[in-house]
C-alpha cells in the first residue's frame, strides 16, 4: 500500500513538472524565434538605409541626418 501511495505521489508530482517543462521550452522557442525577426528586421533596415544613402550619394547629396523629415537639411 505504501508503495502505490508513494506512485501516486510521484505520478502527481512529476505530471505538473513535465508540463512546466514543455511550457518552458516552448517559449524558450518562441523567445529565440522573436530574437530572430528582431535581428532580420533590423538586419533590412540597415541595407534600406544604406540603399537611400546611396541614393542621395548618386544625385551628388549628402544623406539627411536620422529624424530630419524634409530632404537635405540646408537653405537654398
Known amino acids: 500500500m505504501a508503495g502505490a501511495a508513494a506512485y501516486d505521489g510521484v ?3 512529476a505530471k ?3 508540463v512546466r517543462q514543455a ?3 516552448v517559449t524558450a522557442w518562441g523567445l529565440r524565434g522573436a ?3 528582431e535581428a532580420g528586421a533590423e ?3 540597415l ?3 544604406d540603399v537611400v544613402s546611396e ?3 548618386r544625385i551628388g547629396e549628402e544623406a539627411p541626418a536620422p529624424g530630419m523629415a524634409n ?3 540646408d537653405e537654398h
Do not use: F, L, Q
Open 43 to 45: 538586419k533590412a533596415r
Open 35 to 37: 530574437r530572430a525577426a
Open 11 to 13: 505520478k502527481k508530482v
Open 23 to 25: 511550457t518552458v521550452t
Open 71 to 73: 530632404g537635405h537639411g
Open 47 to 49: 541595407v534600406a538605409g
Open 55 to 57: 541614393a542621395w550619394a
Open 16 to 18: 505538473p513538472n513535465a
